[in-house]
T-cell receptor, first 113, second 114 residues
């Protein structure tokens, strides 16, 4: 069964460093998303991406964040200068056009020290 | 460091019993609702969905009920099994105001006792 894959599973970084979280969405999906989940809390929307541009972003997704689809398969989330409060699980999701169900990857745990 | 998380509501049931997990959603204009299951260390996994023009939808061992009058959603799991132990989130989409991003509820932790 096709699945969304995310790498790495765990990323440890120093405050102020840049990190890139990687995702490979399901191959025939056209809509891509990043969500964040701080430990023990609910999943929060960050950004949606369609047709090579950002469709929508939340207040969390400030100038420190960016997304990119560098080739036909990868979808990345970059945090330019990490802060302690960026520590969370980051989930990538994708969906088909004209469908509602988003499929999630297993997530990347980001720990900022 | 990581933030201290909120305490999740917990539902504890005996194996074989039925479970009912409730969710209050926020936006009366939401068009579509999904229940996700999240096991420890994994991403949310789709369980069942329902459109706002429906009151009830059944899947395999699961049923979702929607009450738009009070903005309430419930997930019923029949004959609960140990493998059902997880955190369950409801999520809503309001297409009129977004590109389809999910707004998640707080989650309920289901523990199944063998």
């Amino acid at each position: 069964e096709p699945e969304v894959t995310q790498t790495p599973s765990h990323q440890v970084t120093q405050m102020g460093q840049e990190v890139i979280l990687r995702c490979v969405p399901i191959s025939n999906h056209l809509y891509f998303y990043w969500y964040r989940q701080i430990l023990g809390q609910k999943v929060e929307f960050l950004v949606s991406f369609y047709n090579n541009e950002i469709s929508e972003k939340s207040e969390i997704f400030d100038d420190q964040f960016s997304v990119e689809r560098p080739d036909g398969s990868n979808f990345t989330l970059k945090i330019r200068s990490t802060k302690l409060e960026d520590s969370a699980m980051y989930f990538c999701a994708s969906k088909e056009k004209a469908k509602n169900i988003q499929y999630f990857g297993a997530g990347t745990r980001l720990s900022v020290l | 460091g990581e933030n201290v998380g909120l305490h999740l509501p917990t539902l504890s049931v005996q194996e074989g019993d039925n479970s009912i997990i409730n969710c209050a959603y926020s936006n009366s204009a939401s068009d579509y609702f999904i229940w996700y299951k999240q096991e420890s260390g994994k991403g949310p996994q789709f369980i069942i969905d329902i459109r706002s023009n429906m009151d009830k939808r059944q899947g395999q061992r699961v049923t979702v009920l929607l009450n738009k009058t009070v903005k309430h959603l419930s997930l019923q799991i029949a004959a609960t099994q140990p493998g059902d132990s997880a955190v369950y989130f409801c999520a809503e989409i309001a297409y009129g105001g977004s590109q389809g991003n999910l707004i998640f509820g707080k989650g309920t932790k289901l523990s199944v006792k063998p």
